[in-house]
T-cell receptor
Framework: DAKTTQPNSMESNEEEPVHLPCNHS???????IHWYRQLPSQGPEYVIH???SNVNNRMASLAIAEDRKSSTLILHRATLRDAAVYYC????????????FGTGTSLTVIP | NAGVMQNPRHLVRRRGQEARLRCSPV?????VYWYRQLPEEGLKFMVY????????ESGMPKERFSAEFPKEGPSILRIQQVVRGDSAAYFC???????????FGSGTRLTVV
């Protein structure tokens, strides 16, 4: 699986937007970009995924660069419950369904 | 997380004992995955199973660890002769067929004393 690079940690003020970056310069044409998050003492939780076009759901938005070498997860209004480790993962389903997690970005939300 | 049930939530074993971790996937999901998370580390893939078949066990330690997903009943991750280094959180996830995301369970926290 292609490698992703994320900042180790980020901070955000409560009720402000958060942009979590992810670089994936070696992404292949069939790699989907997935985001999961893990709250303290819990299992990871699906956030969003996309291939080429920007995606929106009730939790977040995913902005994908035109060359697909980077993407940004956008939380529109951070709440204290959004404090978690966010993982950006590439997966090519043609080679199996496994996800390989990196170290992710630890998001701190400041009240 | 709703849907994937893991038990027990916490498990304490003495060195040399066996640990059995159970995972009931979301109803209708036929794919199960096990991950291990050591303290202060990320999740490491261990094994991917479909009903009665091991699809990929490339992340499983070569000895003492085994996994199954029988036709009936939960998936079981079994660790024989546990050692202190096995202390970790073990997460199970399930997915339906095809390119879908996972639903994770809340994990089993194994402590070896």
């Amino acid at each position: 699986d292609a490698k992703t690079t994320q900042p180790n940690s980020m901070e955000s003020n409560e009720e402000e937007p958060v942009h979590l970056p992810c670089n994936h310069s070696t992404i292949s044409g069939t790699d989907y970009i997935h985001w999961y998050r893990q709250l303290p003492s819990q299992g990871p939780e699906y956030v969003i995924h996309g291939l080429t076009s920007n995606v929106n759901n009730r939790m977040a938005s995913l902005a994908i660069a035109e060359d697909r070498k980077s993407s940004t997860l956008i939380l529109h209004r951070a709440t204290l419950r959004d404090a978690a480790v966010y993982y950006c993962i590439l997966r090519d389903s043609a080679f199996g369904n496994q996800f390989y997690f990196g170290t992710g970005t630890s998001l701190t939300v400041i009240p | 997380n709703a849907g994937v049930m893991q038990n027990p939530r916490h498990l304490v074993r003495r060195r040399g004992q066996e640990a059995r971790l159970r995972c009931s996937p979301v109803k209708g999901h036929s794919h199960v995955y096990w991950y291990r998370q050591l303290p202060e580390e990320g999740l490491k893939f261990m094994v991917y199973l479909q009903k009665e078949n091991i699809i990929d066990e490339s992340g499983m330690p070569k000895e003492r660890f085994s996994a199954e997903f029988p036709k009936e009943g939960p998936s079981i991750l079994r660790i024989q002769q546990v050692v202190r280094g096995d202390s970790a959180a073990y997460f199970c996830a399930s997915s339906p067929q095809g390119d879908y995301g996972y639903t994770f369970g809340s994990g089993t926290r194994l402590t070896v004393v």
